[in-house]
């Protein structure tokens, strides 16, 4: 195990500087000027040279890269040119936002999906199984932001159950900033809960297959008792896996949904950085989402390692 989670480790340590390199080489290397492209044509020749001294642009490539990443490293995004204030301020306070909802998405997906996927995988064939199947596909086909904006139509302009936008802050209590945050995190729940039901369903099945099933039936233990006591638990591995690639869609699909939803989030810090063409930040923010994906995938990994029953490969060492 600890071999296992130094080889994780190494990979992450990798995987997060080859991304930094990438961001950095699309919004340093595109052609053009990025002091100009941030600043305008119209801006004085004293005023481009200033931000072009500030964001390194005098000087080489390589030395530019190396600053910023050990300036990363330090947790130091730099300066926002359009608020005048540490980026890595402007992402906490954005995250403030952002985490929330994702979490919440999170459990309302989760909620939704198991005991869907095991309706699906104990009706298999039947009714229930259909209508959990044609849910996945409609769930799927339908994107984040399509879904955000049925929902409005239904519960803010007809219902007025939930306002149609914007956040009161977590100030004025907790029960107002999780009633804002609901319609965005259902919107983005739905999606992944369809996928995750299908998964469920179908790692439900291929448990169901089981030897050990058998034998749990054939000592008169009963169906539901099969199901949640011996299909679920060991079929949680491959739905673990998907739910953790979810956070990461998550993530990203919070950047359409928050702009709909005029949430003061990451992702609509994101796009209002594109907008301003404010390209610290949105280095800054694009790397932070990179590691946070890479964080989740390899914490995924790990605890699924930890909870798989079955022992470790041997290695060929052992092989006679």
Known sequence: MLAFLLRRLVSLIVTVWLASIVVFAVLQLVPGDPALLMLGVNAQPDTLAALRSQMGLDQPILTRYLHWAGGLARGDFGVSLTYA?????????????????????????????????????????????????????????????????????LFSLTLHWFPAGGFPGWSGGIGPALHALLLPALALAVPEAAILARVTRTAVLDTLAEDHIRTARAKGVGRVAVLLRHALPNALIPVATVLGLQISFLVAGAVVVENVFTLPGLGRLLYQAIGQRDLIVVQGVVVLLALFVVLVNALVDIACALADPRPPAAGKGGES
């Open 85 to 153: 204030r540490p980026v890595a301020d402007l992402v906490a306070e954005r995250l403030a936002v952002t985490l929330p909802l994702s979490l919440l998405s999170l459990v309302i997906s989760t909620v939704l999906a198991l005991p869907l996927g095991l309706l699906a995988a104990a009706r298999r064939g039947r009714g229930g199984d259909w209508a959990v199947l044609g849910f996945s596909q409609l769930g799927v086909s339908m994107p984040s932001f399509w879904i955000a904006i049925l929902l409005i139509l």
